[in-house]
């Protein structure tokens, strides 16, 4: 199936592809489209042992069919995806027009964060590997002159719009008699995030932070409820040399899986007796309490690249996270690299052949946990 997708996208590579116009009066749409086929090969090492595999995972986790409505200053965008039916629509509207002043509404993406670089597992762009992971959440988003303010609703919409409060995080297994899970989580309240981007020629430079809170409530009354807040400050950007650029980002937070813009603490796990979560620790006596313990994160990533003839852009970059908090014996760091060249074919076609490496360093309890090594490439085309 994955060898019948990947032809697929070579055979409408093979053909034109454009968006589709119409405009009449103050009315507009456009139709337009990303189609993404991947082949890549996998070593792994973990614990010692080793595993190979091979696969595809971007036709079906990006590729993306959008619909843009626009009249006068209100547009209407809409992007179904396979996995993700319903990935992005939102309201904009424009004051007076201009493109730097506007609101909105809907499921848009999130803006307290910067990546770039890494095609491979589906553009993991050095997430978890040095740079913090945007999402498509429901919001409310004003912006004017560079400075944006949102804020988003992360658990309403269902699990396609919910941050990871009930992944593997802080919710303990552990069920009562009926079956029902004894810690609930929620989000508390809309998280805020800010961000400022400034640009001209040869740089864009960005600042971002973000904000929320998420309570854990446990059903059996056995514990008192907590809270848990969730935040990030960071920067990133690119600046431009001629037909070379410099990508970078740094950033630092807390409990970043909340909000899903890190996702490798590895369970949270504690290696004190049963495994317990951060959420619920043992005392020295065995006695489980309510003490919370957080966990801090802090990231950077920095990527070059140059392009030739307009047609070759080879990129190399490399990323590090560092987790640590209290009540902890290791923390799951982990370092990324990657080198690649995306090929222009034609406006509308591009392949990028790409290798990287990434070091999962140690889990929770120090031991090393290994390696991957992927070798492989990725056919777009964007109309």
Not at 306 to 334: A, C, R, W
Request: aromatic share 16%; net charge negative.
């Amino acid at each position: 199936m994955k060898k019948i997708l990947f032809s697929l996208i070579m055979v409408l590579a093979a053909v034109p592809v454009f968006a589709v116009e119409f405009e009449s009066g103050e009315f507009k749409a456009n139709i337009y489209g990303e189609i993404y086929g991947d082949a890549f090969y996998t070593y792994s090492e973990s614990y010692g042992q080793s595993s190979n595999s091979f696969g595809s995972q971007a036709f079906v986790g990006s590729s993306l069919l959008g619909v843009e409505l626009t009249y006068g200053n209100v547009t209407g965008t809409f992007e179904a995806g396979l996995a993700d039916p319903v990935q992005r629509f939102f309201l904009t509207y424009r004051f007076g027009g201009a493109e730097d002043h506007f609101i909105v509404v809907g499921r848009d993406t999130t803006i307290a964060a910067y990546s770039f670089g890494q095609v491979s597992n589906d553009f993991q762009s050095l997430n978890d590997l040095g740079t913090l992971a945007d999402n498509d959440r429901l919001q409310i988003r004003y912006g004017i002159k560079g400075f944006e303010l949102a804020v988003i609703f992360p658990s309403l919409g269902g699990g396609w719009n919910s941050d990871n409060t009930d992944d593997t995080g802080y919710k303990l297994s552990a069920v009562d008699s009926e079956g029902n899970a004894l810690y609930t989580p929620f989000n508390v309240l809309p998280r805020v995030e800010l961000a400022y981007t400034y640009t001209n020629d040869t740089l864009e430079f960005k600042v971002f932070g973000a904000y929320g809170a998420y309570m854990y409530s446990d059903n059996s009354n056995a514990f008192s409820d907590k809270v848990f807040h969730s935040y990030n400050i960071g920067f990133g950007g690119q600046a431009d040399f001629g037909n070379s650029f410099l990508q970078f980002t740094g950033w630092y937070g807390a409990n970043l899986d909340l909000m899903d813009a890190l996702g490798n603490y590895k369970s949270r796990v504690v290696s004190i007796q049963n495994n317990k979560f951060s959420m619920f620790l043992s005392d020295e006596k065995g006695t489980t309490t309510t003490q919370a313990e957080n966990i801090q994160s802090a990231g950077v990533a920095i990527g070059l690249g140059h392009t030739f003839n307009e047609k070759y852009t080879p990129q190399i970059g490399v990323g590090y996270t560092l987790n640590f908090g209290d009540g902890y014996d290791k923390m799951d760091d982990s370092l990324g690299a990657y080198l690649n060249c995306v090929i222009q074919i034609n406006d509308w076609f591009a392949i990028t052949p790409e290798i990287a490496y990434i070091n999962k360093m140690q889990d929770s309890a120090g031991e090393k946990e290994g390696y991957d090594f992927i070798a492989g490439a990725m056919a777009s085309v964007v109309f």
